[in-house]
């Protein structure tokens, strides 16, 4: 129980400390010294600093998915449509979180920039589960294309979270809505809009 305690322990404050400071800027020593384990104890669970980036984002993909499911369900219930209409109310309250740093997977793609490193397709798999999440609810919702749908949130989506990272504008997730619902428009049967 202790190895995994500690384990939770170094990627729970690496996470902590990319978001506030990016990848290459956190050196392993510092990771180490946040945590208050030893090098050794380190080599116990990773094999190198890139190791733990990885696990990193893996464990923030399946929390963030997590998350964003429960939000919309919190904001909208079982209903697709309302689902893929709360998509920014979830981004407008994960924007006014007091944790909130932008998007680490964003973070992840522009400090790894090429697509063959294993950091960069960490970023790119979680993108692709994000988008098949859309999918499914766009598909429920009667959408034509719900692929299609699905890329074209998720551009809002990651709009969004850049302009409110990098600008600072409170208004990201209500802009992205007023294009989202252009796009809805085009790809849900009429019977449906509400």
């Known amino acids: 129980m202790a190895a995994s305690t500690t384990r ?3 990627i729970d404050n690496a996470y902590a400390l990319f ?16 945590t208050g384990v030893s090098k050794q104890t380190f080599y116990n669970h990773f094999q190198s600093k890139d190791d733990l980036v990885l696990a990193v984002l893996d464990k923030r993909s399946e929390i963030d998915l997590a998350t964003f499911r429960d939000m919309l369900c919190e904001f909208a219930g079982d209903d697709p449509r309302a689902q893929l209409d709360a998509i920014w109310d979830v981004l407008d309250a994960w924007f006014n979180r007091d944790d909130f740093r932008g998007c680490i997977f964003i973070t992840a793609a522009a400090e790894f920039p090429f697509r ?5 397709e ?3 798999a979680h993108a692709a589960r994000m ?5 499914d609810i766009a ?4 959408a034509d294309d719900p692929v299609a749908l699905a890329e074209r949130l998720f551009i ?14 409170d208004r990201a997730a209500d802009i992205a809505r007023e294009n989202a619902r252009l796009v809805l428009d085009c790809h ?3 019977t449906q809009l509400v």
Request: charged letters at 25%; aromatic letters at 4%; hydrophobic letters at 45%.
């Open 188 to 190: 849900l049967p009429v």
């Open 116 to 120: 063959h490193d294993p950091a960069h």
């Open 156 to 169: 809002l989506i990651d709009g969004a979270f850049v302009v409110r990272h990098v600008t600072g504008n």
């Open 19 to 34: 978001t506030r400071q990016g990848f290459h800027a956190v050196g392993l020593d510092r990771i180490l010294h946040e």
């Open 122 to 124: 960490k970023a790119a």
């Open 139 to 142: 598909e429920r919702a009667g």
């Open 131 to 135: 988008q098949r999440l859309l999918a």
């Open 8 to 10: 939770q322990r170094l």
